[in-house]
């Protein structure tokens, strides 16, 4: 464990965390027609930073008004009208001490057409995933193969929202490459299978992720966080591995080489040996780099936190914070704390249990 352990304070460049606990970035499906959090969701995050979270993320922010919403009643951040609903809320969390981070995603081929202005989907290659649309269990569609148009675009809404997140007030930004969205697509050969140079080897499947961080990076100030998250898991075809070992080392490698400030890695269960190996995804990350690292997956009580903080600088827990409002404080005392279920988070996805 880091000396000075949960409750010691951590900089990355002159971002303080006043711990290393934080809540990890979860859609909460509760915008109306604008755009907007509904209250009781924005009320939900300022608790948790009120009950001592050193890092609070948004949900998922979703990049543009073409294809890349996968939910309904998803959130944006944009316009002005969202800037000025987020900015009070970004104060009280950073008020309180906590980092407020905002997440950023298109969700490419499991976008559902329906939610979106183009109606359309959106991914590296014509394949749609196996699985059906849990929401509406019906298959999802094959998508359109992206095209270098539909890449500016797509680009230029993270630019947006970035600009967007800036100016509501967020010391960090974080684009999700995770849980098989689009840039999750781009960065695996199980869903991009492009014979041009934004497919192929590793190096290429990270092409475009790169155009976005570069673009990203130039609207992000050097004083504010700019962080991925990555995963070797989607949400849908959930068995399937997304990179093997050496694969996962080599996009960890490229984006060290990129002007971000941290890698979130999210893992079903933080402490699971992975890719064959003796190792967990925090270490098998480690190995590869000196960028500050952050992980998630079921660190529900004082000794699991403890025991992923050996590996990690920041450790985050979605179900856990979410369920259980006095979750940060349960876990100073070292309270007894069972782990959660996704089924429970289900049912505290939107209406109740916020506070
Ligand atoms: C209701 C819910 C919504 C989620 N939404 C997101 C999301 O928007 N972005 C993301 O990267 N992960 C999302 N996740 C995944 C969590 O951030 C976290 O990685 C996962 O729940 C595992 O951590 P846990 O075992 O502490 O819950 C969500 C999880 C839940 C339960």
């Given amino acids: 464990m880091k000396s000075g352990g949960l409750f010691s304070e951590y900089c990355i460049k002159d971002v303080l965390f006043k711990n290393r606990l934080g809540v990890a970035p979860m859609t909460r499906m509760s915008s109306s027609v604008d755009g907007i959090p509904r209250r009781d969701v924005f009320e939900f995050l300022v608790h948790r930073a009120k009950s001592g979270a050193g890092a609070v993320y948004s949900e998922a922010i979703v990049t543009d008004y073409e294809s890349a919403q996968g939910y309904p009643r998803q959130s944006r951040l944009s316009t002005q009208r969202q800037i000025e609903a987020w900015k009070p809320v970004v104060h009280d969390i950073q008020q309180e001490g906590a980092v407020a981070i905002m997440q950023m995603f298109h969700c490419g081929r499991i976008a559902t057409p329906e939610v979106n202005p183009a109606h359309r989907s959106i991914a590296p290659s014509p394949l749609a995933p196996r699985q059906n649309n849990p929401l509406s269990a019906a298959p999802y569609p094959v998508p359109d193969e992206i095209t270098f148009f539909d890449m500016k ?53 990270f092409r475009f992720v790169r155009e976005i961080i570069q673009a990203v990076r130039e609207v992000v100030p050097s004083d504010r966080l700019l962080l991925v998250r990555i995963s070797n898991w989607g949400v849908v075809d959930m068995d399937v591995e997304l990179f093997n070992k050496e694969e996962y080392q080599e996009v960890i490698r490229l984006f060290s080489k990129e002007p971000i400030d941290a890698i979130s890695v999210s893992t079903y269960a933080y402490d699971q040996k992975v890719f064959g190996t003796n190792q967990n995804m925090a270490q098998i990350t480690r190995d590869v780099t000196t960028l500050p690292i952050f992980i998630c997956g079921q660190i529900h009580d004082r000794s699991s936190a403890e025991n992923a903080l050996g590996d990690a600088d920041i450790v985050l827990s979605g179900k856990s914070a979410l369920l259980n409002p006095q979750w940060i404080s349960d876990v100073r005392q070292g309270r007894p704390l069972p782990p959660r279920r996704s089924e429970e988070a289900n049912i505290a996805y939107t209406e109740t249990q916020l506070l």
């Fill in 153 to 205: 675009h797509v680009l230029l809404g993270f630019v947006e929202t970035a600009r967007g997140a800036v100016a509501a007030g967020f010391k960090g930004i974080e684009l999700h490459c995770a849980h098989g969205y689009l840039l999750s697509q781009f960065l695996s050969s199980y869903s991009n299978q492009r014979g041009d140079a934004f497919g192929g080897p590793v190096e290429n499947r």
